[in-house]
């Protein structure tokens, strides 16, 4: 204040701002956060004023287009859709002016090009605002999303393909919910085999077509295999529309899909190729019928000159009698394989279920052998896990299983190795294996071993008399008693059959 032209005192006035220079340093730290996530998110943001015409952009500019952020601040309305993809260009200012004039959300996928000259796909995102003065602005985010659109687009090529190839396979096709057992899904070849639409097929019970009882249908429909393996291949007889019965070849495979369980059937019509081999077998049966007469009857006149009944022979005279036999005896086994082989394949075979001890049967053909047993310095171990007891089922089957398995581990055995038979009780099993030394089976033979008239190259080096249907004949053997045959083998260690049968313990 003034008094005579002086300064009496100085009045000052004090007011506390800590609280709102704490609150700009805080509004400047947010400020500084939010650039630094904006940057980082990668995103590009924008806020376009509709009123005025003017856009600010901010955020990942260079990352989602390529530009620069000088690049972009004269980019206005205009320019940014002369940059849109012309297939793309109208949908999007059309949706913008929509979304605009009703002041709704934006939301729009298009082709944008990029400063290198490639187009990149862009989300465009954004919402309506009014200002205070009436004006409009639009607040929203554009993002890259070329990636995902490149993975979309494989996945539906992908599925295209897969589709196709379903609709076009010449197998007939069902995808089934494991659960439910229904139909989801058929293509046009399992209409065709089963004799109904495609639309019929949809929503149908598996049980309208296949016979739940069979054991063909439960190894096929049990949902007990590992996801994403192949179930091994089964023949079974279905019921088409009409009531008729075919007979197919199937498989499944089960995935797990989006939570849900399902089974991918495989079907093919084998009806004409069944009856192709019933033909055959009933060919080769009644050849083997007429051969067994003039057979035996070699044979009688081989015994009848040997028990010189017409004289006496010579040395040379025997040594041609004795190959004649030999022969013909081969002869008549190849015979009664034959005849043993169509009975089997027409359905013939009669099982006879009786209490057997298998160690008695193992020790009986063991002693058919001993000859080449000894002359092959051979050591036969016989292993039999205890507890178990006699099973029920058909004893000439059972040995006929355990003979060929045997004879086939004693022929191809090298001298002075060994052949091991064990027998062990698995679950409702009795499992037996019958390992050798010999020459074993190469990999690429192991899945044809047990097909009819099948022969190995190690094996026809070794024998060259055989005709490749003892493991065929025995693997029918073990199916007719409800149970299965396979092969671990290793090329030149050795080989292992195992074959598995359904007990009935005998108390």
């Not at 993002?143 to 995902?148: N, T, V």
């Not at 539906?156 to 494991?178: P, T």
Request: hydrophobic share 35%; charged share 30%.
């Amino acid at each position: 204040m003034k008094k005579n032209g002086k300064f009496d005192g100085i009045l000052c006035t004090v007011k506390d701002v800590t609280f709102q220079e704490q609150a700009k340093e805080k509004f400047a730290l947010g400020k500084k956060e939010l650039e630094i996530a904006v940057d980082n998110s990668k995103q590009l943001i924008y806020n376009y004023n509709i009123t005025k015409g003017d856009i600010k952009w901010s955020g990942a500019i260079k990352e989602v287009t390529g530009y620069s952020k000088k690049d972009f601040e004269k980019m206005d309305i205009k320019k940014w859709s002369e940059y849109i993809h012309p297939m793309d260009r109208y949908n999007t200012l059309k949706g913008l002016d929509a979304a605009a004039k009703n002041i709704t959300r934006y939301s729009e996928e298009y082709r944008f090009k990029h400063k290198n000259g490639s187009y990149v796909y862009i989300e465009d995102q954004g919402i309506f605002l009014k200002n205070k003065d009436g004006s409009i602005r639009m607040l929203g985010t554009m993002k890259d999303i070329s990636e995902r659109k490149r993975i979309e687009h494989d996945l539906i090529q992908s599925n295209k393909k897969y589709r196709e190839l379903f609709e076009l396979s010449g197998d007939g096709m069902l995808i089934v919910d494991a659960n439910k057992h229904e139909v989801k899904e058929a293509n046009i070849a399992a209409a065709g085999i089963l004799g109904y639409t495609v639309s019929e097929l949809k929503g149908m019970s598996c049980n309208n077509i296949l016979d739940k009882n069979s054991k063909a249908t439960c190894d096929l429909m049990s949902g007990e295999n590992l996801f994403f393996q192949k179930k091994p291949l089964v023949t079974m007889e279905i019921k088409k529309k009409d009531g008729s019965k075919i007979f197919v070849e199937a498989n499944s495979t089960i995935i797990v899909s989006e939570g849900e369980k399902i089974m991918i059937v495989a079907l093919r019509d084998i009806t004409q190729k069944k009856e192709v081999d019933r033909m055959k077998t009933e060919f080769i049966s009644l050849v083997s019928h007429q051969l067994r007469t003039p057979l035996s009857a070699i044979r009688w006149a081989g015994e009848m000159l040997k028990d010189k009944e017409l004289g006496s022979l010579n040395a040379e005279q025997l040594d041609i009698l004795t190959d004649i036999n030999t022969l013909n005896q081969k002869m008549i086994d190849l015979v009664n394989s034959l005849l043993n082989l169509s009975k089997i394949e027409s359905g013939k075979i009669t099982v006879e279920k009786k209490p057997v001890d298998i160690p008695v049967i193992l020790q009986g053909i063991v002693s058919v052998f001993q000859e080449k047993i000894l002359n092959k310095n051979l050591k036969i171990i016989i292993s039999k896990q205890k507890g178990i007891k006699k099973v029920t089922t058909d004893p000439k089957l059972l040995s006929e299983i355990y003979f060929n398995l045997i004879s086939n581990a004693i022929k191809y055995s090298n001298d002075g190795g060994s052949v091991t038979i064990s027998i062990l009780e698995k679950g409702n099993e009795i499992i037996s294996s019958i390992k050798d030394e010999g020459i074993g089976i190469p990999a690429d033979e192991e899945k044809k071993i047990f097909e009819r008239f099948f022969r190995g190259v190690r094996v026809t080096r070794k024998d060259t008399e055989g005709i490749g249907l003892g493991l065929y004949i025995t693997k029918l053997i073990v199916e007719a008693l409800g149970g299965k045959v396979w092969l671990d083998g290793k090329a030149k260690k050795g080989s292992t059959f195992y074959f598995s049968i359904p007990k009935k313990i005998i108390e």
